[in-house]
């Protein structure tokens, strides 16, 4: 008896692993933790995002989709998250009907009756995915392989510096609202009239600070505060016109032009040290570039990016970059560190294997802490991994990979967080060389950035 592959998570690149699998024949399992399908996309369903339809589809997904009688979303006006739901996750998933289990928290993945300390058979013992039902009742579910999809979005990075949360931020936990909050529909009276701080330098920041910048306008009092850790946020504004993302291009010049009307104050180079809660406000207590501060506000917008969380895997046998927690041999193709101009070769199923036969992690989570994943590599991501698994090694290694440009690169040298990498830092000049844990693109392999797509 052949068992399922298991994925985890039914998001769109869950789901098109799943598509994928059942297309060579392969019966699946996807374990969704919550009430639905694109669940955790449902959480942003607000936000419209800056990705046309073009880039999200999955190709075995519009197949199986089609067979369906679903009629293709299109156009180049980018949908909102919940909108993707609605057109794409949600239909994907009643597509593959009864292989997908909602409310189905995943706790734990072993191989059956082995520790991750014993060898001797290893490979040929399948895997034991062990998941929390609704009720909290834990079942157990054998698999062939296993392939990891669920994302990265419950597990925030901290506020505080050196990866720690600040003093006092478990406590504030009240006050802070999450990267992408809906400020101008569901949760406008939390906002109106008040002072929000908002920390990041990413694109749920600038999503978030354009919102508020709307309720400047129209709400008497609102107030708001932007703290990125950097000197300058000119990587954050983009390539303007020069994106071939409209709306992405937009998004930075928009808010280039918010904080240049000083509707927004900006903090640079800015340490968040404690936060103290008190009845109706939190404040903030830190140094920036101008010196010590301490802010009083109602809220605080922690737009401060995501990592992977690993609990569940202790009992695998993991091969992870020690500083972006991607696995080693992706990581030195997603570095924001040693790729100035965000170059990364497309990349399949042996740059996210492990020493676990048969398990792979894909999606936002493939990249661990690296801010710059676009749902165009999880599809082909998934599409390589599924090839694999099916033993089809020559579709599996036949990657290829084309993401939008931005007509901006990526901060080089120092970590774009940190003091010294502002404007006049940015790429593109001679590269800089590369130490040898982060290896060159192969002979011959075409460059495309990571949120880009830009040979260089």
């Known amino acids: 008896m052949q068992h399922p592959v298991v994925v985890i998570g039914a998001g769109p690149v869950g789901?098109?692993?799943?598509?994928?699998?059942?297309?060579?024949?392969?019966?699946?399992?996807?374990?969704?933790?919550?009430?639905?399908?694109?669940?955790?996309?449902?959480?942003?369903?607000?936000?419209?995002?800056?990705?046309?339809?073009?880039?999200?589809?999955?190709?075995?997904?519009?197949?199986?989709?089609?067979?369906?009688?679903?009629?293709?979303?299109?156009?180049?006006?980018?949908?909102?998250?919940?909108?993707?739901?609605?057109?794409?996750?949600?239909?994907?998933?009643?597509?593959?009907?009864?292989?997908?289990?909602?409310?189905?928290?995943?706790?734990?993945?072993?191989?059956?009756?082995?520790?991750?300390?014993?060898?001797?058979?290893?490979?040929?013992?399948?895997?034991?995915?062990?998941?929390?039902?609704?009720?909290?009742r834990e079942h157990d579910a054998?698999?062939?392989?296993?392939?990891?999809?669920?994302?990265?979005?419950?597990?925030p990075n901290p506020l505080g510096a050196g990866g720690l949360p600040a003093r006092g931020e478990r406590a504030a936990g009240p006050f802070l609202v999450g990267p992408l909050p809906d400020v101008l529909g569901a949760d406008r009276a939390r906002y109106a009239g008040r002072r929000t701080l908002v920390a990041g330098l990413g694109h749920s920041a600038a999503t978030t600070l354009l919102a508020l910048g709307r309720l400047v306008e129209e709400e008497p009092g609102t107030e708001v505060l932007w703290a990125i850790r950097g000197a300058d946020p000119a990587r954050l504004y983009g390539g303007g016109e020069a994106d071939e993302l409209p709306a992405r291009g937009r998004l930075g010049a928009d808010l280039r032009r918010l904080v240049?009307?000083?509707?927004?104050?900006?903090?640079?180079?800015?340490?968040?040290?404690?936060?103290?809660?008190?009845?109706?406000?939190?404040?903030?207590?830190?140094?920036?570039?101008?010196?010590?501060?301490?802010?009083?506000?109602?809220?605080?917008?922690?737009?401060?990016?995501?990592?992977?969380?690993?609990?569940?895997?202790?009992?695998?046998?993991?091969?992870?970059?020690?500083?972006?927690?991607?696995?080693?041999?992706?990581?030195?193709?997603?570095?924001?560190?040693?790729?100035?101009?965000?170059?990364?070769?497309?990349?399949?199923?042996?740059?996210?294997?492990?020493?676990?036969?048969?398990?792979?992690?894909?999606?936002?989570?493939?990249?661990?802490?690296?801010?710059t994943f676009l749902l165009a590599t999880g599809n082909e991501q998934v599409r390589s991994v599924a090839a694999a698994i099916a033993g089809d090694l020559a579709a599996a290694d036949a990657v290829a990979l084309e993401l939008p440009e931005t007509g901006v690169c990526s901060v080089r040298g120092a970590e774009p967080s940190a003091p010294g990498a502002g404007a006049d830092a940015a790429c593109c000049g001679t590269p800089e060389p590369v130490d040898p844990f982060h290896r060159p693109l192969p002979e011959g392999a075409v460059a495309v950035g990571f949120a880009t797509g830009a040979a260089r």
């Open 15 to 136: 789901l098109a692993a799943a598509a994928h699998l059942r297309e060579r024949g392969r019966d699946v399992l996807v374990l969704e933790a919550g009430a639905s399908a694109g669940a955790a996309v449902s959480e942003w369903g607000h936000v419209r995002t800056f990705t046309p339809w073009r880039w999200i589809v999955d190709e075995a997904a519009r197949r199986l989709l089609l067979e369906q009688g679903w009629t293709e979303p299109g156009g180049d006006v980018p949908p909102t998250g919940a909108e993707i739901v609605a057109a794409y996750v949600a239909p994907l998933a009643d597509a593959l009907g009864e292989a997908v289990r909602t409310g189905a928290r995943v706790v734990a993945v072993t191989r059956a009756a082995m520790d991750k300390t014993r060898s001797a058979g290893r490979a040929a013992q399948p895997f034991l995915v062990r998941y929390a039902d609704r009720e909290g």
């Open 142 to 155: 054998l698999a062939a392989a296993v392939v990891d999809a669920s994302g990265t979005w419950g597990s």
């Open 260 to 371: 240049d009307s000083g509707a927004v104050r900006l903090l640079t180079e800015t340490r968040i040290e404690e936060l103290v809660p008190g009845e109706a406000t939190v404040t903030v207590l830190g140094r920036s570039s101008e010196g010590p501060f301490s802010l009083e506000v109602h809220q605080i917008a922690a737009a401060t990016g995501f990592r992977p969380d690993l609990a569940m895997l202790a009992e695998l046998r993991l091969d992870l970059d020690p500083g972006l927690e991607a696995p080693t041999a992706l990581a030195p193709l997603i570095d924001p560190e040693h790729h100035s101009c965000g170059t990364v070769a497309p990349h399949g199923h042996r740059d996210l294997a492990h020493p676990e036969p048969g398990f792979y992690v894909v999606g936002m989570k493939s990249y661990g802490r690296a801010p």
